[in-house]
């Protein structure tokens, strides 16, 4: 019978459709281990449970649980598979990514246990009493600080949010055997998957994201926004206007209402900088905004900032680019 | 049919949102409290099942401080059909968890075909509500939805996922929550806005629902520290001389971040 450390820490894996670990599994782990032991536990289709498990190891998980689901899309049974992980570990904190698929697990699991809830940390503590989430509020405006009442939190991580990492240990895996659970579902009867550039760094975790606005013009002159992303080894976002008018698809909505960003640069194109959008951005470590109006708002919060026509700087900002690689 | 749609106030994204800094709680004074956006595409959605099953019944249900009345107001004079307004001193500061609980105990007053909410609010960002609630009623969750239909007490949706779309399927009771993909609510006629003067808006406490605040086997999530982050300064602008292109790689240059 194994132990678990006293000072474990449950780190719910997701798995993508494909059934390769999520981007999260890295920077999960490497938070947890700062707070404690690391314990991970895995729910996905048989046949990938052992590469899963092994490279949660690799990532920094001192032990692994794992259990077969039938589909790592309905978010009830995974929460079977947290919850009885859970009892078997008694951790003193459960992390979860602040995903779709995630959060509902955190939110399923932390009703069923009467756990408090910390959303969308962007890093974990301890103080004397235990373990505590930051947050990032109204867009980061305010900084807070939450905990529980008691009991083990329940906290999801704004995914690329943790810089840290974990050391690498040795696989010790150990297989649940989950029941089907009597939760109410919905019934999928067909996943299909949006074509994605894997090429390209994927917004959410990007270290760097160039986002293109309406002053863009067209979709065929969006084009310009990828040729700098690529330049850069950067993701594609966009301002709610630009997703509007259709340039790109809503899953490149950098905003109040969208995808939450903090990448070490943030790369603004023809976007004025409403504050729906800033809400979304303003935690980049630098910020560089092109825009032909010199009064707009984003040019208040760049760290660099040009007054100029996108589709005459740009390009040269490219050439610039492959000149100083060439060298 | 009937249909339950969860609104709520939020502060408005569109001016400066502020914490108190003592109590950590929303500065309600500091910016407009305006209906949250998805709130109002959530209503439209169930509008538009009124739009073709004339004997749809549609409860508005809000938690919140006594402006939110002017909202469910709103909501009556769209369509909606009755409100229920959940008011109580003791929710001030309420979490995720006894949010779900009050929410859950006013739905269960009554048996709903369909419990409709919006996917993520402006405010908290959690995204979790939904399924809290399916948990708490025992009822299937369709969370997500880029589009709808009910047919014959069943509810089809496009859910998004990321990098994917599932096209998922489940028979009522459910609840549903939407995306921003679903089109904004449309704007209450004069004969709304009188007809909406007679419909009733029922206030309900935590004695009323029989949920307490701080039961003993429940865990809440308390905030300890809040600290307003100082405002980004803006740093070089230039206006582009033909040279700004070069100054700006030197400048991501000298930064490492070429």
């Known amino acids: 019978m194994t132990t678990f450390a006293p000072d474990s820490i449950l780190v719910f894996l997701e798995t993508t459709l494909g059934g390769e670990p999520a981007k999260s599994t890295a920077e999960l782990l490497g938070a947890a281990a700062g707070i404690g032991t690391p314990v991970a536990v895995i729910a996905a289709e048989a046949e990938h449970l052992e590469a899963l498990a092994a490279h949660a190891a690799q990532a920094g998980a001192h032990s692994v649980l794992s259990a077969q689901v039938d589909s790592v899309v309905l978010t009830a049974p995974l929460a079977d598979v947290l919850q009885q992980a859970y009892e078997l570990v008694q951790p003193q904190a459960v992390l979860l990514a602040h995903s779709l698929t995630s959060r509902e697990v955190a939110a399923r699991f932390a009703v069923r246990h009467k ?6 940390a962007l890093g974990v503590q301890r103080d004397e009493q235990g373990v505590i989430a930051s947050h990032s509020i109204y867009g980061g405006a305010f900084a807070t600080t939450s905990a529980p009442t008691f009991g083990a939190p329940v906290i999801t991580v704004r995914v690329g949010s943790i810089e840290e990492r974990a050391q690498a240990q040795e696989l010790a895996l150990r297989a649940l055997d989950v029941a089907a659970g009597d939760s109410a579902e919905i019934t999928v009867q067909d996943v299909s998957s949006v074509q994605a550039d894997s090429a390209r760094p994927e917004l959410r975790t990007a270290t760097k994201v160039v986002s293109g606005g309406r002053g863009l013009g067209s979709a065929e002159q969006f084009e310009l926004v990828y040729q700098l992303a690529d330049a850069l080894e950067a993701g594609v976002g966009a301002s709610r206007a630009a997703v509007d008018a259709g340039f790109i698809e809503h899953a490149a909505q950098v905003g109040q209402t969208g995808v939450a960003v903090s990448p070490q640069l943030y790369v603004a194109l023809g976007i004025s900088g409403a504050i729906q959008h800033k809400a979304g951005m303003q935690t980049a470590k630098t910020i560089v905004a092109i825009n032909k109006d010199s009064d707009a708002p984003i040019f208040e919060i760049a760290d660099f900032g040009i007054v100029g026509d996108v589709f005459k700087i740009v390009p040269r900002v490219i050439s610039a680019l492959e000149a100083r690689k060439a060298q | 049919m009937k249909i339950a749609v969860l609104i709520k106030e939020v502060p408005d994204t569109g001016a400066d949102r502020t914490l108190n800094q003592h109590t950590g709680l ?30 749809t019944h549609i409860t508005v249900l809000s938690m919140g401080p006594e402006t939110i009345q002017a909202t469910l107001r709103k909501a009556l004079a769209m369509g909606a059909a009755g409100a229920i307004h959940v008011s109580d001193e003791q929710l001030l500061g309420a979490d995720l968890m006894l949010t779900a609980q009050v929410l859950a105990a006013a739905l269960r007053r009554d048996q709903y075909d369909l419990i409709l909410t919006g996917n993520m609010s402006t405010d908290g960002s959690a995204g979790m509500l939904p399924v809290m609630l399916a948990e708490l009623l025992s009822l299937p969750a369709a969370t997500s939805l880029s589009q709808i239909t009910i047919t014959d007490g069943v509810l089809q949706g496009t859910r998004e996922l990321e990098g994917a779309t599932a096209q998922v399927s489940t028979p009522l009771p459910a609840i549903a929550s939407i995306t921003e993909a679903l089109p904004d609510a449309r704007f209450p006629n004069f004969k709304g806005i009188m007809a909406a003067k007679k419909k009733p808006i029922e206030v309900l406490s935590l004695a009323d629902l029989d949920v307490e605040a701080l039961p003993a086997d429940t865990a809440r999530s308390i905030m300890l520290t809040v600290n307003q982050r100082p405002a980004r300064e803006a740093g070089t602008i230039m206006t582009d001389d033909g040279q700004a292109a070069t100054a700006l790689v030197e400048f991501l240059a000298k930064n490492n971040l070429v």
Do not use: Y
Not at chain 2, 42 to 54: F, M, R
């Open chain 1, 115 to 120: 756990l408090a809830l910390s959303v969308d």
């Open chain 2, 26 to 55: 929303a500065d309600r004074a500091a910016s407009e409290a305006v209906l949250d956006e998805i709130g109002e595409r959530t209503l439209e959605v169930a509008l538009k099942i009124l739009d073709s099953q004339p004997e």
